[in-house]
């Protein structure tokens, strides 16, 4: 299914519509959540709730996506700190119910940490719930263009593409690698959501929906599940046949 807003911002209030539904209907919810500039209007619109009372996630258990390696829980640069200053620390979900890909395994825990990992999904009941941004160069995570259909969470090396982002932190301690949930993890989601917003969105967006599915474009895997609600706004449906209005 594809929806069309209007604004990142109403982007943001259809997901966060689509949230309510599985906190009413699941009983213990597990997300799996990303970071990013897309989810921050969500971020922000849950922060507000939060605040006024009017949303409650204490019985969820989430994971995230993916993790700068090597880098610190704590580095200003992490996704852990994204995701504290984002989301976490304005919300009633206790620390047990936090799980996050660790960026300061050593190299011989990679293995065992990332399998862990998997595992700690699968114990919580599996993810009801995967949230998704999409790179420019259609990258879902860190699975980068090329990355294999059966991919679980392991260590991965970044594009160029991605590391020479805007936002993307520059310098000797940019990072050059992350540990990543693979595709796989993510088509073993219940439902599935994909934000895109933004007109540098529009050409991966519309590989991933137009194009024939490729491991070259990871987004246009997602077409394979059947439970996959796409939220775009308009900037980033422009190069949709008929701006995506044909799509539904
Ligand atoms: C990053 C993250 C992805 C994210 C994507 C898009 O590299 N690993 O999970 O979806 O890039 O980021 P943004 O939303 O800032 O455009």
Same mark, same amino acid.
């Given at each position: 299914?594809?929806?069309?807003?209007?604004?990142?911002?109403?982007?943001?209030?259809?997901?966060?519509?689509?949230?309510?539904?599985? @906190?009413?209907?699941?009983?213990?919810? *597990?997300?799996?959540?990303?970071?990013?500039?897309?989810?921050? +209007?969500?971020?922000?619109?849950? =922060?507000? =709730?939060?605040?006024?009372?009017? @949303?409650?996630?204490?019985?969820?258990?989430?994971?995230?996506?993916?993790?700068?390696?090597?880098?610190?829980?704590?580095?200003?640069?992490?996704?852990?700190?994204?995701?504290?200053?984002?989301?976490?620390?304005?919300?009633? @979900? +206790?620390?047990? &119910?936090? &799980?996050?890909? !660790?960026?300061?395994?050593?190299?011989?825990?990679?293995?065992?940490?990332?399998?862990?990992?998997?595992?700690?999904?699968?114990?919580?009941?599996?993810?009801?719930?995967?949230?998704?941004?999409?790179?420019?160069?259609?990258?879902?995570?860190?699975?980068? +263009?090329?990355?294999?259909?059966?991919?679980?969470?392991?260590?991965?090396?970044?594009?160029?593409?991605?590391?020479?982002?805007?936002?993307?932190?520059?310098?000797?301690?940019?990072?050059?690698?992350?540990?990543?949930?693979?595709?796989?993890?993510?088509?073993?989601?219940?439902?599935?959501? *994909?934000?895109?917003?933004?007109?540098?969105?529009?050409?991966?967006?519309?590989?991933?929906?137009?194009?024939?599915?490729?491991?070259?474009?990871?987004?246009?895997?997602?077409?394979?599940?059947?439970?996959?609600?796409?939220?775009? !706004?308009?900037?980033?449906?422009?190069? @949709?046949?008929?701006?995506? =209005?044909?799509?539904?």
């Amino acid at each position: 299914m594809l929806h069309v807003t209007r604004n990142p911002v109403a982007a943001a209030h259809l997901v966060a519509v689509q949230l309510d539904e599985l @906190l009413a209907q699941v009983a213990a919810p *597990v997300l799996l959540l990303p970071t990013g500039s897309t989810p921050q +209007p969500l971020y922000a619109l849950l =922060r507000a =709730r939060f605040a006024a009372g009017t @949303l409650h996630m204490a019985h969820c258990q989430t994971f995230n996506l993916d993790e700068y390696w090597p880098c610190r829980a704590d580095s200003p640069l992490s996704f852990r700190h994204f995701m504290e200053n984002e989301l976490f620390q304005h919300s009633d @979900l +206790p620390p047990a &119910a936090i &799980a996050f890909l !660790d960026g300061t395994v050593s190299t011989d825990e990679i293995a065992s940490h990332c399998l862990a990992y998997e595992q700690a999904m699968v114990a919580a009941g599996g993810v009801d719930w995967c949230l998704l941004g999409i790179g420019v160069n259609g990258h879902i995570a860190f699975n980068e +263009p090329g990355t294999a259909a059966n991919s679980v969470t392991r260590l991965v090396q970044l594009a160029a593409s991605t590391r020479q982002r805007p936002g993307f932190p520059q310098g000797n301690d940019a990072p050059k690698a992350g540990l990543t949930v693979g595709i796989q993890t993510i088509m073993s989601a219940k439902k599935i959501i *994909v934000m895109a917003c933004g007109i540098e969105k529009a050409e991966s967006v519309r590989r991933a929906l137009e194009e024939p599915r490729s491991i070259h474009t990871p987004a246009s895997l997602l077409r394979a599940h059947s439970n996959v609600i796409w939220v775009l !706004d308009e900037a980033a449906a422009t190069a @949709l046949q008929n701006g995506g =209005r044909t799509l539904s």
